[in-house]
Every structure is written in C-alpha cells, then in structure tokens.
C-alpha cells in the first residue's frame, strides 16, 4: 500500500513562529503537493514539487516556502505564521506517468497558530 | 479555466437509502475525474477514478459513478447507504497534461439510524 506519512495530527503554534510540516511518501513518487484544507473552500494547492529541488507555486503560496531535498520528503515551511494560516494541511504524491495520476494522500496536520 | 462544482454542501439520507452525489465541472477536453472520502479527522482516500473507456466506473465500499460529457458530469452513486458512509466527500478533476487537481469544495453526508 502506498503510504504517505505526516509527522504532525496536530501543532499548536504562536504568531510569528517559524512552523515546519513534514511529509515522507514511500512509493518512489516523482510528485509532491501541499494542500490547505478549509471548510466550505475545500483543497487549494499551496505548492507541489515534480523533482527534488523543483518546486511550483500553486494557487496560495503566499506566506510559505517548500523543500524538498530528497525525492521521499517534501516539507512545507511558514517562515513566520499568522493567525490566518490556522488550518488543516494535506500532503499527497503521486507518479510523473499520467496514466497513473493518482494523488495519494496523508491523514493531514491540523495547525492552530494563537 | 477548469472548476470543479459540488452543488450539495450537506446531504442526510437514512440507512439503506440510496445516495447521489452531484459533480459538474468545467474543461474544454476530457478530464480525469476523481472521488475521494474523508472521514473525519483523516486524510483523503480514493474512492474511484475515470480516465478513459466505459463511463460507468466501480470503485471501493460499492460506490459507482457515470461519466456525462454532454452534462460535463461525474456523479457518485451508492444504491444503499450504510452508517459508516458518513463523511466528505471531494470531486476532482485533473487535466491531460498536469498533475494538478481541482477540487470541488465538498459534500457532507450524514447518515440517520
């Protein structure tokens, strides 16, 4: 089965924090995505990297960064949080073949920033 | 630009009840199109998916859905609902050519004793 592990269920943080969220897939994925999860907005893209140290902006980026320095991991970076960025955050990967596109998906980090 | 559309925030429908869940979207080729569940607290699992050929597609917990081009739909069906049914449920859509996904923004199906 494919597996794609989020170190964190839950992290409380402080405005102003710098917040790391991890995500390790164990499928050889060539792609990785960040999610933002927020009720009645379902999922947007905050980024998604195709290769390691190959990122692409999704449709919020701002106010996160991403890294991805070995091809199982991909973090997701608040280099100052704010209260705004409380929110439930989803990883997924998937392969590079579009005959097996399929997003496979973490159980997600639920982030309060107070 | 692709949009995915789930017109039901809520849905309740008693046990054994049959289910429909509606999904439009907007793309001008054909897409791939996804369901996921999301139960709560949890990440997203898939339910099933069409990418091409026969436009009845079966997937996991009995659940089926029909590709429409001419209604630009993917509805999910299910012809009895048991309790543990109960949870999000996100349609997707991916175009030929990207890795991306649109999501829909969801729809909560409760299910009545």
């Known amino acids: 089965d494919v597996k794609v592990t989020q170190s964190s269920r839950y992290l409380v943080k402080r405005t102003g924090e710098k917040v790391f969220l991890e995500c390790v897939q164990d499928m050889d994925h060539e792609n990785m995505f960040w999610y933002r999860q927020d009720p009645g907005l379902g999922l947007r893209l905050i980024y998604f990297?195709?290769?390691?140290?190959?990122?692409e902006k999704g449709d919020i980026p701002e106010g996160y960064s991403v890294s991805r320095e070995k091809k199982e991991r991909f973090s997701l970076i608040l280099e100052s949080a704010s209260t705004n960025q409380t929110s439930m955050y989803l990883c997924?990967?998937?392969?590079?073949?579009?005959?097996?596109?399929?997003?496979?998906f973490g159980a997600g980090t639920r982030l309060s920033v107070l | 630009a692709q949009s995915v559309t789930q017109p039901d925030i809520h849905i309740t429908v008693s046990e054994g009840a049959s289910l429909e869940l509606r999904c439009n979207y907007s793309?001008?080729?054909?897409?791939?199109l996804f369901w996921y569940v999301q139960s709560p607290g949890q990440g997203l699992q898939l339910l099933l998916k069409?990418?091409?050929?026969?436009?009845l597609v079966q997937g996991i917990k009995g659940f089926e859905a029909e590709f429409k081009r001419s209604q630009s739909s993917f509805n999910l069906r299910k012809p009895s609902v048991h309790w543990s049914d109960a949870a999000e449920y996100f349609c997707?859509?991916?175009?030929?050519?990207?890795?991306?996904?649109?999501f829909g923004t969801g729809t909560r199906l409760k299910v009545l004793a």
């Open positions: 997924a990967s998937s392969f590079t073949d579009m005959a097996k596109n399929i997003q496979y």
């Open positions: 069409y990418f091409s050929g026969d436009t």
């Open positions: 990297s195709y290769d390691v140290k190959m990122k």
């Open positions: 793309y001008g080729a054909t897409p791939y």
């Open positions: 997707a859509v991916g175009a030929s050519g990207t890795y991306k996904y649109i």
